[in-house]
């Protein structure tokens, strides 16, 4: 490769900000300061949240998500700064067992010599192994012929309308608390929330959200006296475990029996170590890797996946049900990579923070200031995917890795600048 197709290389990676699999447009542009109009080709970043596919867009995503539920608990981005004051909590709601599987207990065992000896299939029910972290065991069923696999893919899709309805509940029974008629409780008060979805290692969603209590006008006024972090952690230790809806099939729906509801202290680390906790779970795909990061065109795709079985058995269950008339309503052909799950990743209620798209835009405005061009409307067509030199994807995925240790080091470097200033004083 000469010196000018290497030129070439490095500026079109330089121009996409190092994305892994760019979006290349055609149209006119005009050169702002000689008014010339021309016909340019341009590759812009793909803005995948998902870190498996695309490791620079997906970092901006997760420091976009970072920002937005950091707004929402000290304040910022349009969100008044009294709202660090507000009551906040952090709960964990996970689903119920479906079959028993390989865990991790916090003694390092898996399952005794207490449990039962076999199933009705002829199983062992018993492991004697003490598992790793990153033991492939973990999470698969003990029998995979006991595991529910049709009653798994059913709640990951309708987990969403289940954590909506506990929402919905909890603000009823705040409302009788109080004894306001439900219908003048958003007069009073605002139980605003953020919320990530997670997938276990058995394939079961869970989500992890923040739940801060307002004022009617949600971030700009504190909540009533009556309304406090302790109040709302009593209802939903209460509310969690009894929560049941019923199925477009017919059957309940209920959240496990593992959940945690913790109040979080405005004077210490807790928000910072949530926030940062939320936005790690935002830019993951089902199981982290690129097998299941995207929708399936055909069983057969599922069939010859590099993957387990388990989760080869959980996406082919939610491609198989997708036939039922009775579920056409949950579309799960369309999730079957994602074990059935129909929800997004991150939700939020209106009144909690900003939004992605109001980031995005101030982003934009703030970058227009150094355009050399301007964009003529409309006049811009898609062209594909990608670099014209196959090798630009690894000098992409190279160049946003050195500069995610350099922006690491710079960080470091100030925190002990930091430190320094206050062990003078």
């Not at 079957?336 to 990743?345: D, I, K, M, N, S």
Request: proline share 4%; net charge positive; charged share 25%.
């Amino acid at each position: 490769m000469n010196t000018a197709e290497r030129q070439a290389m490095l500026e079109e990676v330089r121009l996409a900000s190092s994305c892994s699999h760019p979006i290349r447009l055609r149209g006119s542009m005009v050169d702002l300061e000689t008014g010339e109009l021309s016909t340019r080709l341009l590759r812009v970043a793909c803005k995948d949240r998902r870190e498996a596919l695309c490791p620079a867009c997906s970092s901006l995503y997760k420091a976009d998500a970072w920002i937005l539920i950091a707004a929402g608990m000290f304040g910022g981005k349009g969100i008044d700064e009294s709202v660090v004051e507000h009551p906040k909590l952090f709960v964990t709601l996970t689903a119920p067992s479906f079959g028993q599987v390989h865990t991790l207990r916090p003694d390092g065992s898996c399952h005794s010599t207490r449990s039962k000896r076999q199933c009705s299939h002829g199983s062992t029910l018993r492991c004697l192994a003490r598992h790793v972290r990153e033991d492939s065991a973990l999470g698969n069923p003990l029998c995979p012929d006991c595991f529910d696999y049709r009653g798994a893919v059913l709640w990951n899709a309708q987990a969403s309308r289940l954590f909506s309805e506990t929402i919905r509940q909890l603000k009823r029974r705040l409302a009788r608390r109080s004894g306001t008629p439900r219908s003048r409780l958003n007069s009073l008060a605002r139980i605003n929330y953020m919320k990530v979805a997670e997938v276990q290692r058995r394939g079961l969603i869970h989500f992890h959200a923040v739940v801060r209590a307002d004022g009617p006008d949600h971030a700009s006024s504190g909540p009533p006296d009556w309304l406090g972090a302790e109040e709302i952690a009593r209802e939903l230790h209460v509310l969690i475990p009894d929560m049941a809806v019923r199925g477009v099939d017919g059957s309940e729906l209920r959240w496990g029996r593992q959940f945690d509801v913790s109040i979080l202290d405005a004077s210490d680390e807790d928000p910072v170590r949530v926030g940062s906790y939320l936005a790690k779970y935002s830019v993951k795909t089902t199981d982290g890797s690129r097998h299941f990061a995207r929708r399936f065109d055909d069983r057969g795709q599922i069939l010859r996946l590099p993957t387990n079985e388990h989760r080869r058995q959980l996406a082919l269950t939610a491609w198989d049900l997708g036939r039922d008339p009775e579920l056409r309503a949950l579309r799960l052909r369309l999730h079957a990579h994602a074990f059935g799950f129909t929800g997004q990743l991150i939700t939020k209620s209106r009144g909690f923070t900003s939004t992605f798209s109001e980031l995005r835009a101030a982003r934009s405005a703030y970058m227009a200031r150094s355009n050399t061009h301007l964009v003529v409307s409309d006049s811009f067509r898609y062209l594909g995917r990608g670099y014209d030199d196959p090798r630009s994807v690894e000098l992409a995925e190279v160049f946003f890795a050195m500069d995610s240790e350099l922006r690491a080091e710079r960080a470091q470097a100030r925190r002990k600048a930091v430190e320094a200033s206050g062990d003078l004083m």
